[in-house]
């Protein structure tokens, strides 16, 4: 069956990477997306903080568009994954929430009858193209690149659906599918800070500092992310997050760019140039061809 | 030196207080708390706050609407849901984190040029006016309207990702905008007539 794709606002700027690997993924593995039609801000975490009714009624427009299109979603940003699925929850749990809701839609036309699964590409992956398939399709193993697998919060908290809460195994398993190694990652669904780094910087980058430097002792040569926001705060602040004495350098990469490299996607598709942290170096040492 | 006094008195209570945040969404269980202190012990934040998650469920559901309204804690949540997940009792914390930051807003209870509601009003204000988020639009906004020193220390960042195509100068809109602005007008009506 055919999916919506949603790819969120952040897909679309500092994200860019993530969707351009996604899509290359999405290729190779024979699954067909359409981007959700005229989709809009899913309102984060930012939008429920001021106002949550509001909120819910904004993320189940892009609900009620998918339904209409009788197709389910795949939201690869953590937060758009987490709104989507607490606002299906509290239209089901809540009939105040409920009642807001549809009068908002019906002012555009719209109708949610709670028939659209939101989906996360690890999800998709994992269980509807499953490890062998994926296996089979690696044209460049990854092999002897060890990686920190780094979940962060919003995908498997708090309504897991396809994975452990406290130690989801998902994206290890694609990615040793990949032929990467998985290097023990305990601080896998530590918060990253979020917006923290914006708006009290201090405290962001304390969070920050012992992700970074965790992966680095545990051997890692490089942390793989799922969200947007969490790639960009471990790679972006290195410097800063740092200090002389233990300093801080490590590629940060989405899971999908490194399974697109996998796959056989051509580098120049997969937005490794867009890294801040150069990926080249590393990939050279490791001998995994990727041009 | 400044005498103040360390000991809550029954009469500092605000009853009010207490009803509504029972009668919440999320905080239907919250008299349910056994203070076991599980999500201030899984609270990657609770090292920085004044009232650790424990603390301030106590506070809140006894009323004590000052001291809650006006702790760090509530702008320290990240919102990352460690503490509901550990919670033995399922009450959704972080949810009633959300509703103490929409309550404390409302009322007014935090310091001038304090980031983290400005951003959230700048982050409504291009959702009504655009329907989707330019992140370089709105770190623009909140900085000018908070630090404008810090534009500067952060224009390095912002070049190299400019130079990577990671923050595009043109901003990202929907096409049926009109949608966006009779839902968001539609939910305040409600709103209102249900006194929600």
């Known amino acids: 069956m055919k999916c919506a794709y949603y790819p969120g606002c952040s897909l679309r700027g500092t994200g860019k990477a993530y969707e351009e690997s996604l899509l290359a993924v999405f290729r190779s593995l024979g699954i067909e997306v359409q981007e959700l039609d005229d989709w809009n801000c899913c309102g984060a975490t930012t939008y429920l903080s001021v106002d949550e009714l509001t909120s819910y009624a904004l993320a189940a427009r892009n609900l009620a568009l998918a339904e209409r299109e009788r197709m389910d979603i795949i939201a690869p940003c953590a937060a758009c994954y987490l709104v ?26 719209l109708e949610y009858h709670d028939r659209v699964r939101v989906r996360h590409p690890l999800d998709v992956f994992l269980n509807d193209v499953g490890l062998k398939a994926i296996a089979a399709k690696v044209v460049r193993p990854l092999k002897g690149l060890k990686v920190a697998p780094y979940y962060g919060c919003q995908i498997v908290r708090p309504y897991a659906t396809f994975d452990d809460q406290r130690n989801p195994t998902s994206m290890d398993q694609l990615l040793e599918a990949c032929g990467a190694t998985v290097v023990p990652y305990p601080l896998k669904t530590r918060c990253c800070g979020g917006s923290q780094k914006g708006t009290l910087p201090e405290i962001g ?9 965790e992966a680095q002792k545990n051997g890692a040569d490089t942390i793989a992310t799922v969200c947007p926001l969490c790639q960009f705060n471990l790679e972006c602040f290195q410097k800063e997050a740092g ?5 801080l350098s490590i590629p940060v990469l989405y899971f999908t760019q490194l399974m697109a490299l996998a796959l056989g996607a051509p580098a120049a598709t997969i937005g490794l140039r867009r890294s801040l942290v150069p990926v080249e170096p590393l990939l050279a040492a490791k001998e995994i061809a990727y041009a | 030196m400044e005498l103040k006094r360390t000991v809550k008195f029954e009469a500092d209570r605000d009853p009010e207080f207490a009803r509504w945040i029972s009668h919440t969404v999320g905080g239907e269980r919250i008299r349910h708390c056994l203070q076991c202190g599980l999500c201030s012990a899984s609270c990657p934040l609770s090292l920085y706050m004044d009232y650790t998650p424990r603390r301030l469920m106590h506070l809140s559901r006894e009323g004590f609407k000052e001291e809650v309204l006006s702790s760090s804690s509530i702008w320290l949540c990240t919102a990352c849901y460690a503490c509901m997940v550990a919670c033995p009792k399922k009450i959704n914390i972080t949810h009633l984190m959300y509703a103490l930051k929409e309550r404390a807003i409302e009322e007014r209870f935090y310091p001038k040029r304090f980031p983290i509601p400005v951003m959230a009003q700048q982050f409504c204000r291009m959702v009504r006016g655009s329907g989707r988020i330019t992140e370089s639009w709105l770190i623009l906004r909140v900085f000018l309207r908070t630090a404008i020193w810090r534009l500067l220390s952060m224009s390095g960042l912002g070049w190299k990702l400019f130079r990577a195509g990671r923050m595009p100068a043109r901003r990202d809109k929907i096409q049926r905008q009109h949608e966006i602005v009779a839902m968001l007008d539609s939910v305040a009506a409600t709103r209102k007539e249900l006194a929600l």
Request: no cysteine; proline share 5%; net charge positive.
């Open chain 1, 84 to 109: 989507l699925n607490k606002t299906q929850h509290y239209i089901r749990d809540y009939p105040d929430i409920k009642t807001v809701v549809s009068r908002a839609l019906a002012t555009v036309g």
């Open chain 1, 243 to 247: 200090s002389q004495r233990h300093p």
């Open chain 1, 205 to 213: 980058l304390h969070l920050i500092r012992y992700l970074i430097a």
